[in-house]
Nanobody, 127 residues
């Protein structure tokens, strides 16, 4: 049974930092690309950061330079380090996984290309 479980969400003030984690199980971790998405009520899910099998990364322009995605292949975990948080980063954050590698940004940050999803963790940034 595939499971992705996010943790690390919470409330911070503008300029603060949070570190999200995603613990995975039930599939061949090393053969999958992974990503973080976020969603606010009434809006589509937005791709935030992507990491490929070979650790190549890609980021949405809105978070580039502030967020860092990484993974621990031995521990089967995915991490999103978020620095200099802004109120517009407030959302529910989800981790996702898909087999293989995605070859363009539209796919890497597009929710429809991902097979497995976690339940999400809430991040709230106050001004």
């Amino acid at each position: 049974q595939v499971q992705l479980v996010e943790s690390g969400g919470g409330s911070v003030q503008t300029g603060g930092s949070l570190r999200l984690s995603c613990q995975t199980s039930g599939y061949t971790y090393s053969g999958h690309s992974m990503a973080w998405f976020r969603q606010v009520p009434g809006k589509e899910r937005e791709g935030v950061a992507y990491i490929a099998i070979d650790d190549m990364t890609d980021y949405a322009d809105s978070v580039k330079g502030r967020f860092t995605i990484s993974k621990d292949n031995a521990a089967h975990t995915l991490t999103l380090q978020m620095n200099n948080l802004k109120p517009e980063d407030t959302a529910k954050y989800f981790c996702a996984a898909t087999p293989g590698r995605l070859h363009d940004r539209r796919a890497r940050l597009g929710e429809h290309w991902y097979e497995y999803w976690g339940q999400g963790t809430q991040v709230t940034v106050s001004s």
